[in-house]
């Protein structure tokens, strides 16, 4: 058909108002955009990115930049959100520039973004009291202590689906209002206004200190530790405990609903989507049915399994968390195995020890020997997140003997993601009393062979990645394509899901025991350091 349509278009220019004519009788007809696109911010932790994508899910167009990570000392990690803004505009003006479009070719744009991560600003300066505190950081621990002291840790389990831990919103806000000057009396007045990376991007998108919308989606709300599971609201009780005043809270909208409309680099193109980034995944992954799950190795490794309608408590160091929310439809959850440490133990190989100059040497490194030599790496860099929660857990190298060299640290680093994931795994599955029969994979490390040849060999099923694995991305690009009709249902999103790649078990059983044995051991010794 487009054949055609270039062939009139070339032999009869002056017929090309004509044509105008019938594309917009056609999109009249029809409701639906012909050559429309939707854009996707997906503002992660360690850089921005700006996606285009068209109607069968394929990537048109990308502008990515990197942020720099901020140690101010061990165990604190912060981002400068003033740089992140900026580059959120450089990276959609990049995206829409190399695809040579322009804002009108965009029907909506959707939103995602590193969860948990906390920035307080002033809503009349639109400048930051702090660098937004990242969700690996660990200064809240003692928090953490005190609260656990009545109730225990899961005292705020029932109504939020999480255990007391350094990961999640909640006491990042508290630690800002006890150590920041003046914070507090802006906050109860409403002029220090908090949100995570979304609410904050979407502020700024839609005009901030000229009338910016303060909102927020279910997920990324689920994450804050005082939203409650059940009426979707912020808990009044949690907040008084913590002593958080609400008036700096965001209003909680739905994932996939017209929010607003943008200004300024994407001027009057609607703001329609935000999920955050694992949920936001498990959508790109159309893991839509209950029981279907998902795992993306990032900079953590996050699995998340749909369950439907309805809360499904976890008995074993699983997080009970919002999946998504489209429109006015009822809201789905999940279980979810979060780990904090995948992709940026290859990170901290290549920027603190200088074993490799860059990410993807890891692999070349780690096939020079046949085996991990007896080494094992437990990453415990912010304590250890599912499914032992143990905050005061350090990270360690076990088994170094004089054998082991670089390349055997190299390859105990990757297998420290896949054993993480084995025990995320086998968590969902004694949770739901179900074996799963195959693994869907994303994010950035499924690059690698030997990772996902070696995670399959652990789980004994399948490990499948798909065709697309920006599914971060394209998950918020879902949301805000339903919200305006560019996609009309999930069935449509359905249909652009396909298999780039499978790695089957190649394993022998005595050989993968002992090596999660082997695992199991060293995940021991790196509890109870920190005091
Ligand atoms: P995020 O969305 O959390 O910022 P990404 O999905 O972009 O993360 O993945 C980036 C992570 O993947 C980084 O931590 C990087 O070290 C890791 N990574 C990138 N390429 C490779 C590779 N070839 N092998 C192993 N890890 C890799």
């Known amino acids: 058909m487009w054949l055609f349509l270039l062939t009139i278009l070339t032999s009869y220019p002056h017929k090309l108002s004509r044509f105008n004519d019938i594309l917009y009788l056609y999109e009249s007809f029809t409701q639906k955009p012909l050559f429309m696109y939707i854009g996707s911010i997906d503002q992660g932790t360690t850089s921005t990115r700006f996606i285009i994508f068209d109607k069968q899910g394929n990537q048109i167009s990308v502008g990515q930049k990197e942020h720099k990570q901020i140690y101010p000392q061990a165990g604190w990690v912060e981002h400068d959100t003033n740089e992140i803004w900026q580059n959120t505009q450089e990276v959609i003006g990049l995206a829409l520039g190399k695809a040579n479009l322009s804002t009108t070719d965009i029907a909506a744009v959707g939103i995602t973004n590193q969860r948990e991560t906390t920035v307080v600003w002033n809503k009349n300066t639109g400048q930051p009291y702090y660098n ?10 003692n928090m953490v202590v005190e609260l656990t002291k009545d109730g ?31 914070l507090r009396e802006d906050a109860e007045q409403g002029i220090a206004i908090f949100g995570n990376m979304d609410t904050f991007i979407i502020w700024h998108l839609t005009g901030g200190t000229d009338g910016g919308i303060h909102i927020t989606d279910v997920t990324n709300a689920s994450r804050t530790q005082l939203m409650d599971l059940k009426t979707l609201a912020w808990d009044n009780d949690i907040l008084a405990t913590l002593n958080i005043p609400k008036a700096m809270l965001p209003t909680i909208k739905s994932s996939s609903e017209i929010y607003g409309e ?32 998902k795992n993306t190795y990032g900079t953590g490794c996050f699995m998340l399994k749909n369950t439907g309608t309805k809360i499904m408590p976890s008995k074993h160091g699983l997080l009970t968390t919002v999946a998504y929310q489209f429109g006015n439809q009822p809201v789905n959850y999940a279980l979810e195995g979060s780990v904090a440490i995948a992709g940026s133990l290859v990170q ?25 030599g007896g080494c094992y790496v437990v990453p415990a860099f912010s304590g250890l997140y599912a499914p032992y929660w143990k905050a005061d857990a350090r990270g360690i190298i076990a088994g170094l003997t004089s054998y082991v060299n670089k390349a055997h640290i190299a390859r105990a680093a990757l297998e420290a993601t896949a054993f993480q994931t084995l025990e995320v795994l086998e968590a969902m599955e004694k949770d739901s009393g179900i074996k799963i029969s195959s693994l869907r994979v994303d994010g950035g490390m499924v690059v690698n062979q030997t990772l996902m040849q070696f995670q399959a060999d652990l789980v004994e099923v399948p490990v499948v990645c798909p065709a697309m694995i920006e599914t971060t991305a394209l998950g918020a690009a879902y949301a805000a394509g339903l919200a305006v009709g560019y996609w009309t249902d999930l069935d449509d999103l359905k249909q652009n899901w396909g298999i780039a790649h499978t790695w089957k078990p190649n394993m022998e059983e005595a050989k993968r025991d002992n090596l999660v044995h082997y695992w199991k051991k060293a995940v021991a010794r790196s509890f109870d350091w920190e005091e």
């Open 132 to 141: 937004a505190i990242v969700w690996q950081d660990t200064r809240v621990g």
């Open 262 to 293: 943008a200004r300024g680099v994407l001027a009057s193109v609607p703001v329609a989507g935000d999920l955050g980034d694992q949920q936001a995944a498990l959508v790109g992954q159309t893991c839509f049915a209950p029981g279907e799950a």
């Open 152 to 182: 225990g840790v899961d005292r705020f389990r029932d109504k939020t689906g999480l255990p007391l831990a350094t990961y999640f919103s909640g006491l990042k806000i508290k630690w800002l209002l006890e150590n920041v000057e003046g």
């Open 348 to 372: 901290w190989l290549r920027d603190n020890l200088g074993i490799i100059k860059k990410s993807s040497d890891i692999e070349t490194l780690a096939k020079t020997v046949e085996d991990n």
